[in-house]
């Protein structure tokens, strides 16, 4: 146990950065030297172990930004169980976010939404394909790189209007019959969902 102590001070380093780094999506090149300094260190510490790996051995650099905006947004759509898209270059797309519908143009600012549920529509030119998302997450990258990960997704047109209004007619009931905060809280979700479909059937 002292030994690992002594590692722990030794080999602890500031949390605080000494200077402010603007946002940024790439990914930092290797310090070789740091990484010396690091097992150096260890081996004088606990020369009978090996040293563990940093997380600059696992890093792999992200494509550049390119210098002038592209004309296209190349776009990653997958689900826990498919891949909708994959590197698909599109004009724009719309996602349902939680602070509202966010359009993705080529060049977007980097960003990482929440997503809620609603329409997710991808746009090529004339073209536009719409897809009903429960939740997930949109990472928006600097190099005009669009990831999208949703829990369930499915095509608009594949949606039953009759199912949606029927189950948005029985979570209506349970809610007002909910007795605890649970039940209340499951139908709550049930007809935010349902609305969300309806909403989008005849948006």
């Known amino acids: 146990?002292?030994?690992?102590?002594?590692?722990?001070?030794?080999?602890?380093?500031?949390?605080?950065?000494?200077?402010?780094?603007?946002?940024?999506?790439?990914?930092?090149?290797?310090?070789?030297?740091?990484d010396s300094a690091f097992?150096?260190?260890?081996?004088?510490?606990?020369?009978?172990?090996?040293?563990?790996k940093t997380p600059s051995t696992y890093m792999e650099p992200r494509t550049p930004t390119p210098s002038s905006i592209p004309s296209k947004l190349t776009v990653n759509f997958v689900l826990p169980y498919s891949s909708e898209l994959s590197?698909?270059?599109?004009?724009?797309?719309?996602?349902?976010?939680?602070?509202?519908?966010?359009?993705?143009?080529?060049?977007?600012v980097a960003t990482i939404a929440e997503l809620k549920p609603g329409?997710?529509?991808?746009?090529?030119?004339s073209d536009v394909t719409k897809y009903f998302v429960s939740s997930g997450f949109a990472f928006i990258h600097a190099n005009s790189v669009a990831d999208i990960v949703a829990v369930e997704?499915?095509?608009?047109?594949?949606?039953?209007?009759?199912?949606?209004?029927?189950?948005?007619?029985?979570?209506?009931?349970?809610?007002s019959s909910a007795t605890t905060d649970l039940e209340k809280a499951e139908a709550q979700i049930g007809v935010d969902v349902h609305s969300a479909l309806n909403s989008a059937l005849t948006g």
Do not use: Y
């Open 39 to 52: 097992i150096e260190s260890w081996k004088k510490v606990i020369p009978i172990m090996d040293p563990p």
């Open 87 to 108: 590197g698909k270059e599109v004009d724009m797309v719309m996602v349902p976010a939680t602070t509202g519908q966010m359009g993705v143009l080529p060049g977007h």
């Open 119 to 125: 329409v997710l529509s991808v746009h090529e030119g």
């Open 153 to 175: 997704a499915i095509p608009i047109d594949q949606i039953d209007a009759i199912l949606v209004q029927k189950g948005l007619a029985e979570f209506t009931q349970k809610l």
């Open 1 to 34: 146990m002292f030994m690992f102590r002594q590692a722990s001070r030794l080999l602890g380093r500031p949390t605080c950065p000494s200077r402010i780094r603007a946002l940024c999506t790439e990914v930092p090149a290797a310090n070789p030297n740091a």
